[in-house]
């Protein structure tokens, strides 16, 4: 099978770069926009990773909120149906017990991410902690740059080359929650084949293949932003 490329957009200047190149592409605009504009309001450039393949990078304001963030990355990635999530920083340990209210656990979301954030710094975020979604958040750098958005998108991976398991050509745009054998993914035309064939598929267990590490799990059928790239990978003319 043939390798999976994530590739990113940069929000600036629209070029393409390939996961590794992105991020120091991104610092080059963020240095750029420090310098020409004098400001003592601090961002955070941070990358968010599900996997080896999904990623986001966000240009964050030092005032939002923990809370501004979850909401952000519910709405992109992750909402499914108000599932629990949590923030900690990596390798500190989690001391939950049974009594605990969920709302103890980790960073407290109310906390403004100014307050917590510092360059290279690595943190574990968890939605669900049932089937579990994990990202891993790093702080790629920090800067004097005023955002008043609060939370930019400055790149995320452009739709996965995900193909057909059944015909090996066309986009899959549909999966099956149910295990098969010769794999659970289809094209359009292979879509008709699998509802034949699979008893659950007309009934549940037909999902929509999108643009999230949480594809396919639970009840997650796609981000509520940014949905021009949470659709399936479109084929070059
Ligand atoms: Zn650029
Ligand atoms: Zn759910
Ligand atoms: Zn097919
Ligand atoms: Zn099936």
């Known amino acids: 099978m043939k390798k999976i490329k994530s590739e990113g957009k940069c929000c600036y200047c629209d070029k393409t770069y390939s996961s590794g190149g992105i991020t120091r592409h ?4 963020l240095n750029k926009i420090e310098t020409d504009n004098s400001t003592k309001k601090k961002s955070y450039h941070i990358k968010i990773t599900g996997g080896k393949l999904y990623f ?28 629990l999530s949590s923030f900690e920083i990596k390798g500190t340990k989690r001391s939950m017990d049974y009594y605990m209210e969920a709302e103890e656990i980790g960073i407290k979301k109310a906390t403004k991410v100014g307050k917590t954030f510092h360059k290279d710094m690595i943190l574990e975020y968890e939605y669900d902690f049932g089937s579990t979604t994990e990202l891993t958040i790093k702080v790629v750098n920090e800067y004097f740059i005023e955002n008043k958005e609060k939370i930019q998108l400055l790149s995320r991976n452009e739709p996965l080359e995900i193909l057909c398991h059944t015909c090996g050509k066309e986009a ?13 993914m289809f094209c359009e035309s292979c879509k008709e084949t699998h509802a034949e064939e699979c008893g659950g598929f ?14 396919g799990v639970c009840a997650y059928n796609g981000g509520y932003i940014d949905l021009e790239r949470d659709g399936i990978w479109q084929k070059a003319e």
């Open 26 to 29: 991104l610092s080059s605009h």
């Open 56 to 83: 986001l990078h966000i240009l964050i304001s030092e005032k939002a909120t923990f809370d501004e963030l979850d909401f952000y990355l519910r709405n992109i990635w992750l909402e499914c149906c108000g599932h």
């Open 172 to 184: 899959a745009e549909v999966l099956c929650l149910l295990w098969h054998e010769s794999g659970n």
């Open 202 to 215: 007309a009934d549940y267990s037909e999902m929509n293949i999108v643009n999230s590490p949480r594809m």
